[in-house]
């Protein structure tokens, strides 16, 4: 009777003292086991909201502003450097005053600077006909380099302080050519030069032209504003020798080549390979730098790549 009652007496305090379901042992001390049971309401209280789809949709939202934050501060920054780099480039332009450029110039004001150059050369520049007559047999590989040849003559002359009128003839608007050009260079039909299907012969004085060859016996002396010079539409892998030499001799017009054996000489190399033959823009850019320097050791730095195999007589070593 006793034991019995012992032992009921020991299971009821067992069943007072025994810890709620589900939280840890209290290790006897009733502080820590208030907190244990703090915790565990916090947690069952937060973990309805992390499953909400209300809640979740607020959290989502709060990251993407985070997001679109600091996407943010990575814009302004990068528009912060943008604007100290033109400041920089700004203040180095105004630090060089013989660079041809006014840094407060608009991009408008330029263009209409470039403009009004270009039509002044017109009347009173000197004339540079590329003649486009030879273009009938060509591939269109020698097309399309024909074409980047001129996009990159116009652009030169575009940057001269004192730049050629240029005129395209024998240029047909209905030819492969012309397509070509409208292809690979962007507004070629607002290009500021004359387009004509007339051959060079037919447009000018024959006294007046003066066809530049690599085969004339007569070098180019000087750039006379009175004459119009004349580059044959060709390249490298459409030349066949003398064919701008006979067109010149058949209208009998006078002719002449870049000095390029007075003032250079062969260099040594691998290939020995040697050309005075050059793409018209670099023909171009030896013809415009002489213009505006009047020195041909300078021009023809200028335009014979050291790929032709000639350096100047006194960089040779």
Known sequence: MDCKSGESAQRTDSQAFQEPEGLPEAGGEDG???SFQLLQVDVEYERPEETSPANSAVWSSKNVQRK??????IVSSKKSKRKQERE????????????GTCPQHSKRFLKALTKEKLLEAKHSGPRLCVDLSMTQHM??????RLAGQIRRLYGSNKKASRPFWICLTGFSTAS?????????NDGFSAYLLDVTEEDCFSLFPLETLVYLTPDSKHPLEDIDQSTVYIIGGLVDESI??????QKAREYSVKT??????EYMIRRQNEKNYHSEILA?????DVLSTYFETRNWPEALKKGVSPGKGYVLRNSAE
Do not use: D
Not at 88 to 99: I, L, Q, S
Not at 139 to 144: A, D, F
Not at 176 to 184: I, K, S, T, V
């Open 68 to 73: 679109q934050r600091h996407w943010e501060r």
């Open 139 to 144: 591939s269109k590989k020698e097309l399309s």
């Open 176 to 184: 492969p050519l012309y397509e070509e050009c409208l292809r690979m």
């Open 32 to 34: 820590l086991s208030e």
């Open 256 to 261: 002449a080549r870049l000095p390029i054996q």
């Open 240 to 245: 066949q020798k003398k064919v701008t030499f």
């Open 88 to 99: 920089r480039r700004k203040a180095k332009r105004a630090e060089e005053p013989g660079n």
């Open 280 to 284: 018209i823009n670099q023909v171009f």
